[in-house]
C-alpha cells in the first residue's frame, strides 16, 4: 500500500473555533435582540431614580406643577402592600406641585388619559420621617399604578393655593 491510499483524516483544526466563535455571535445577538425587546417594559428612569413605565399612552399637554390633575390610583409598598387607593372613592384630585418629590416628578412625564406604573426611591418618598400612625414604614420605597383622568392646567392659580408647596402638606397620592 503505498502513501497515498492510506486514508487521511480530515483536518478539524481551526472549524471547532469558527463554530464556537458563531455560536458565541448568535448569544450575544439573541441576548441584545431581548434587551432591546423589553427596553419598553422596563421604562423611563430619571436622574433622580424614579421609574416611569407607559402602560398606555395620553394625550395633549404633560402635567406641570401648577397643574390640576384628577386621577386613579393605587399605591403599594416593596411587598406589594396596597397603602392607599383612590377605589371605592373615585378619581382624587390633585395639585401636581404639592406631592411628595417622586410623584410630582412623575407626574410631570404623564399626559390626560395615560396609564402609568411609576417606583419612587425612598429618599423621593417620605424618606426616614412617613406620616405618623400611617402604613408606609420610614425609608420605604414606593409603587404606583396611576391612570390620570383630566388635566386642568394652572389649576393651582385659580384655587388661590399659589405656588407648589404653599403651605401644604403633601397629600398622600
Not at 412625564?109 to 417606583?119: N, V
Amino acid at each position: 500500500m503505498s502513501v497515498s491510499e492510506t486514508a487521511h483524516r480530515p483536518s478539524t483544526r481551526g472549524r471547532t473555533a469558527k463554530i464556537l466563535l458563531a455560536f458565541l455571535v448568535l448569544v450575544a445577538a439573541a441576548i441584545a435582540l431581548a434587551w432591546a425587546g423589553t427596553n419598553p417594559l422596563r421604562g423611563e428612569t430619571t436622574a433622580n431614580g424614579v421609574r416611569i413605565r407607559t402602560v398606555k399612552e395620553g394625550k395633549g399637554a404633560f402635567v406641570q406643577p401648577l397643574d390640576g390633575v384628577l386621577i386613579e390610583y393605587e399605591g403599594r409598598l416593596a411587598d406589594g402592600t396596597v397603602f392607599d387607593s383612590s377605589e371605592g372613592r373615585g378619581p382624587t384630585p390633585m395639585i401636581a406641585g404639592q406631592v411628595i418629590p417622586g410623584f410630582a416628578e412623575a407626574l410631570g412625564k404623564m399626559q390626560s388619559g395615560g396609564e402609568y406604573k411609576i417606583h419612587i426611591p425612598s429618599k423621593l418618598a417620605y424618606g426616614a420621617n412617613p406620616p405618623q400612625g400611617g402604613p408606609i414604614p420610614a425609608n420605604a420605597d414606593l409603587d404606583f399604578d396611576v391612570k390620570v383622568v383630566q388635566l386642568v392646567p394652572n389649576a393651582a392659580l385659580m384655587g388661590g393655593s399659589g405656588a407648589p408647596g404653599a403651605g401644604a402638606q403633601p397629600p398622600q397620592p
